[in-house]
């Protein structure tokens, strides 16, 4: 009887261990599990107030802030994030030795401060275990992001570098926390300010009625292309508003500029060797051979919301850098495809410029491998990636050269890179077989054949 009980014991620890995803918080919670394959990323993509509380699930006094935390993350949605994790979890225990946790639980709270990195800093929350006490101490922790503006300084301001810009026009002088906490979610994104009582040939010239009322410029070339927002003074579907009036008018004036091309590509999954031969190696029309093949390195893991949604926006990305590259191909000069002196490929890739330019075939290819997967590991592993994810490399198959991507997970930006090294920056020679199917340790191979251009 006693070997029995013994018996059903061990098997509860074992299932107990065995379900690492589940953590103490599920799905539908406020507050969000994080794990090391997603913790920066997560992370980097805010600058709202960011609670995080390391735990054990075996923990006592973790079991009672349990309740508090979940209240204290739902009685600030909008303006701060909550995320949990699990230190008891194996896969989780050297991202709890990175921030030196020696107790449970240990609570921080990240900042909008960076370090050179771009990673979030963080302080010790040593304050009351009481969700009034935790949420008001977010609030305490909220910036302002939005710049204040003069009727006069709207147009210098939309015009101003490269990013997207929101602009709330109110009869408030003092900034509301709702805009704060929008504008420090789209933190590096996209550019806030605010107007105190617009002037009237202001409001007139945008179209606006009625205040409160949110503008976004989604082109900073051109003041004159907004989308205005008179909604429900809301987080969820003011965020949405932005999120979709940013890249809804960014696609619109890329493809409106360029009417007569057809969109027909778009950007597939590697899950093996023969979708990396079909995609990149050794498509079945030879005439489809790219110069340059994109490989976005993008982590899904699909029992997570955040995750899938994170996925859709990076692979949203690449599509963006398939369709920009197209509609931009019948500009480009020939000289950005010779990617180097040798007669014979010279010969290939004019071939190349004939079938391709203007066309909705493509010089690129771009695609995504699952970065937790076989597949993806094996990638970073043959070109020596690093572990912030999403990333991506740039392989010339023809030449055996690749280059890993550095910088912003943006289409533009991860295009901008692509056409360097479509002129032969960046890239480096490799010496091993493009085979993702292999046992042979990789990261070994790629270290000892590589040499430089």
Known sequence: MVAFKASIISLAAALFVASPVLGMYDKGSAVKQLGPSNFERVLGKTSQPTFVKFYAPWCGHCKTLEPEFERAAQKTQGIARFYAVDCDQDKNRGLCAQFDVKGFPTL?????????????????????????????????MLPNLSKKLASDELDGFVASDKLPKAVLLTERAKTSELWKGISAQFDRRVQFAHISNPEKSVLERLGVSELPAI??????????????YNGETKYAPLAQFISSAVSGK??????????????TQ???????????????????????????????????????????????????????????????NSNVSTAAFDDDNDDEDDVKSEQQKESTVGKAGSPFRVSWVNALSDSGRRIRDMFGLSDDLPSAVIINPRKSASAPYRG???????????????????????????????????KKAAEAAHEEL
């Open 108 to 140: 921080k709270v990240f900042t909008e401060k960076r370090t050179k990195r771009g990673t979030r800093r963080s302080v010790d929350y040593q304050g009351e275990r009481k969700a009034s006490a935790m949420a008001k101490y977010v609030r305490s």
């Open 250 to 263: 960014k696609a619109k004036v890329e493809t409106t500029a360029k009417p007569d091309v057809q969109i």
């Open 408 to 442: 912003v997970f943006a289409g533009d930006d991860i295009l901008e890179w692509a056409n360097a090294c479509y002129q032969g920056h960046h890239m480096r020679r490799f010496m091993f077989d493009l085979d993702i199917s292999s046992t042979q340790p990789a």
């Open 266 to 328: 778009s950007v597939e999954e590697i899950a093996n060797q023969a979708d990396l031969e079909r995609h990149c190696i050794n498509p079945a029309d030879s005439s489809q051979v790219p110069v340059l093949c994109i490989i976005g390195i993008v982590p899904l893991e699909p029992e997570y919301e955040e995750s899938r949604s994170e996925h859709a926006q990076a692979v949203g990305e690449l599509q963006a850098v398939l369709e920009r590259q197209l509609t931009r």
């Open 215 to 228: 503008v976004v410029f989604p082109n900073p070339a051109d003041t004159s292309l907004s989308n205005v």
